[in-house]
């Protein structure tokens, strides 16, 4: 039994860790960190907690924090924890970072994109970026993790076998996402209301959105070139779930009777179960399925399928995730298990919740 | 470990059931059926259990079914398990039937609400009403449970205590009720579309709803007379969820000094403390508070909650249920653990989820 | 033609009464005012204005409005008009107030609902209630109108012939009331984010909501009694529309024969057509029928409808409105059609939009 | 003062052309066409018409309604209209067909992807393309007009300024477009359900849906070469509208000053504005802005907008409508007003309606 202390507990992945970490067998949070309900019960912030957690939200301590756990979760707005992280702090404590400030390798495109100066850029190479799915070999003995981005994991996901293997021509790549709106964060909005985003839906962040490079980076690793990639994000009136679309064009590839073509879709299917059949999370869709945010809800599963249009010689890439668990809380979570050793699984064998 | 069968399985409650019990520990499903899907993958008709359920729709076989399992869930239309079921059947396997054959036990009450004849009226006497908390101490070898219905327990459990310790005048009581859309079941109607549902808002069954007997014969128990109540539904554009606010004028008490006088907000909060403190599902809510279904969603709690308004000594008594766990799914596997001496939350410490 | 100026025009009732007019032949808006987006745009505040309002949101300066135009609506947080109206204004210019300052007749009354002090409680007695149902012949001449509450036009509406006519007893008179989420108003509030609303229901200010005074005010005119009720609003997850579900027991009526007894639906029905049929915007519904918000949303309808509970003498009362039109802009322009001696359905020939 | 017949009336297309039509002051409606409800109220398909329309569904007797009105609306399902169009009718009235019969011009197409026999393909040369802004000087003296489809609206007039100017290099465009659910009809479907669509996404029809080749005909008109593109539908948790998210790889273009480069944002906003300027329908938003389907609602408007993204030289062009207004019945309303010479606004100038 490992003790967890969450930073940021009463934003929305903050709340979800407490939902997961509540069913997970090896952890105990002892510490729900919320600047601004300090003193207040958890569960009168979070009423759906209430008769279960008992606690009452305390300050971001860093660290007296890290004095009193093994792991700390930091859901925090952007540049918090490059702020305050020392090697102190890292040598008593292990860290998953849901924020973005050691996702990216490269500085300056991290202070390029964010508009905020690294205040602890020492940290960025020892931090592992962790998509499990992919990096999951880099994790023994790590002290800090970068817990990926709800857009990013779905939009690598979906993405990176192919680019991996060369069958798209990562130039065409293009990635147009929807996202529910828990991903906008719980903070009083007038354009997060209600009657703003209820019937409605809309693009933002065109051309400009902080995800974009996180994407490029991990593709980049994958194929071995720098990779520039059109990703547009829109907000959908529902409250979890991610939905990618991504289009690319297919390149020819080698046939076993020495023809050269373009792959069909069983051959693009195959690769799917090739890296992901091993994956409990990935769950590669019967041909002619189109994932949906719904079947995935609650749960750390994506789900992925696939589409050739003759026509075009493109591929249409699809993925769909839960925002606040496999885009957020449940990769933590998963993370933390592999951190300490535990099944990868543990806490997260959520059967998605329909309707 | 036990075996159960679902009859009924595609259902919006039966798939709940599969969710619900394919995180009991206890348990294992060996029989989906579904008259309509037979020979379906069930992970075709709910998706969200690709990968995790592997099992094909199977027709409703009753006879066979008891010989293969232990217990048998039927989430089936009114009139069906009364058609079918006979001695030889309860004598092999325990039924928890999630339909409405067996919840009332006055046979002509039963036939002029549901407008059809009851087949097997023999029955009616040796089901046990499956309201675990009023009924916890009936269960006790028992081959029939009647799993309520979904505005029936939210109903109940948030105007019993005061009923039963006639606090409130029975004959004033009055049930104004909301529910989400999947109390409509999937069947396939117009009047059931995304488009006729949502941004709206009606009253349906007005003085004619079926759960009316139902609320009022366990009231009547629990008050010794006979009570007639007002009972409206009103449909949500919402998933999940049934509100219940019930209106109830105050009867007069003796105080310790002896003087006569309406109880006070304190006294009745103290009167749900007393009936409720020690059930793990029902959660009394701070003075002040409001239960919301969204508090609630996806776990088995029912969250209560009263105001006195001082101006027409009326109690207004407030409860939030998930109508497809506590009102349905849930409250059958809290019915199964009772029956088999499991642990009574096993399967069904369920963190509802926010947002 | 005449001009118009509204003082809070960026709230959602200000906007509602910009749709309104800019649709009535007889009036032009020259003053868009807000105090939160002086000199912006006002397109840009209310982007479905883009290209059809080219003005730029004004300060609220009441005295030089008062000197441009000949209406001047008020959609205004409480008490702020109470404490800026002066007679020299008033002398000047027509006022339709939206806020509740001048609705309630009783000083007092008004000041424990909505604890601050009346400013300006002299011009209380010449303000009338613009229900223009019922004062339609007190609006000659009239310098001030007080325009109802959402709520209250509802639930005043769809109760008030019963009162009136003596045919229920009042002291049983519950309004359970369920309201869209514009009600809440464009303020930026954690408790009304899309994700804090959506999949959620709940009551709120039970016992306490401040349209309680007024719809007793009003319907202690009809009766000519004191009257005191039960209201309870609930939230609910769409945009607009408010939902009245009243319950009242039945008096005993002197039927033709001489027999005392309760009065038949259709009795009732006949009140309801007796009061409302010469009224364009109330629609008496066909017996079987109950009233959805979706089907007047957009439009100044309110639809009634009712049901008779033989088994209890109750009779269940029904209503829907759209809270932004009927509920609030479009009675005010309705108002204003009097004053003026408008057509009075002029610019609110609005068919409402479904789905 | 003209005669209108709509077949198809109770469909939701149908009865938003009703909504709009009782609005327009030159056009009276004569025959509610509807084979499913032949004989009953309109008002009890659709009662948001309770007291506006009193008239009975009739049968789909296009024989009979050519002799007696001037103009027939056609709402009906693929192949209908075809199967039954004859020169008779077309010899007496004038039809706008708001199904896919008339729309593409190459019948082999048309067969291909909607797996029908085209009945009476003579038809289909005169047949004027009904997207007004394009093509309104070819309605002179027009007897059929192809009204165009939802997603093919906004897909069309979000890019063709692009296509035309030679601006986009058509090989490249990908139309992601986002639709509500009204899209999907009125029939009962369990994919339509309430449960089934809200809080979830998907994308349909990918690859395949029968909106792309009008697309790419028209598309093809505007170049003069044969275009074919990646268009992908998806569906939305919402009642209205459509969102298209276009992306299209720039060509580069002469400057001023001769050197050859990309054009910037402003050049191509300036495209923008000289198709659009002219057009009351079309918005151009200001630089900056992305469309939003709430902003447009309940009106015939379509919002534009668009964002170069340097990084890849690529242009993403954006547009928002209300599919069942300029989608669909608003559209063929701007028909019918340039058909028989009315002001092509008449009936038209809705504001839309927020929240």
């Given at each position: 039994m490992i003790k967890a202390g969450i930073i940021g507990a009463t934003g929305y992945a903050g709340g979800e860790l407490v939902r997961l970490l509540l069913g997970h067998k090896e952890v105990e949070i002892v510490w729900y960190g919320s600047r601004s309900y300090v003193d207040e019960k958890y569960a009168h912030v979070y009423r759906n907690m209430f008769d279960i957690v008992d606690a009452t939200c305390l300050d971001d301590n860093l660290q007296e924090l890290a004095r009193q756990v093994d792991v700390i979760f930091t859901a925090t707005p952007q540049g918090y924890l490059a702020s305050i992280l020392t090697e102190e702090i890292l040598s008593q404590v292990k860290i998953i970072d849901l924020s973005a400030d050691y996702r990216i390798k490269d500085v300056a495109t991290y202070e390029k994109w964010y508009g905020i100066t690294h205040k602890s850029p020492q940290f960025i190479e020892e931090a592992?970026?962790?998509?499990c799915e992919i990096n999951r070999d880099k994790m023994q003995g790590v002290r800090l993790v970068a817990n990926p981005g709800c857009y990013t994991t779905c939009s690598i996901l979906t993405t990176y076998p192919f680019v991996k293997e060369g069958l798209i021509d990562h130039h065409t790549l293009i990635v147009d996402a929807k996202s529910g709106t828990s991903g906008a964060g719980r903070g009083a909005k007038v354009q997060n209301l209600f009657c703003e985003v209820n019937e409605n839906m809309k693009a933002y962040g065109v051309a400009t959105h902080r995800h974009t490079p996180e994407i490029e980076e991990q593709l980049g690793y994958a194929c071995g070139e720098d990779v520039t990639i059109s990703f547009t994000p829109h907000l959908v009136p529902m409250n979890r779930g991610i939905l990618v679309t991504a289009y690319a064009s297919l390149k020819k590839v080698a046939y076993p009777d020495g023809h050269v073509d373009y792959p069909t879709e069983d051959m693009l299917l195959d690769v799917y179960h090739k890296y992901y059949d091993k994956e409990y999370f990935v769950r590669v869709l019967e041909a002619g399925m189109t994932p949906e945010t719904k079947w995935v809800e609650g749960s750390n599963f994506v789900d992925v399928c696939l589409k050739v249009d003759p026509r075009t010689h493109r591929v249409i890439l699809m993925g769909a995730l839960d925002n606040l668990v496999k885009g957020a809380a449940g990769q933590a979570v998963q993370n933390m298990n592999l951190l300490f050793g535990f099944k990868e699984q543990e806490g997260l064998e959520l059967v998605p919740m329909f309707p």
């Open positions: 592992v970026y962790g998509l």
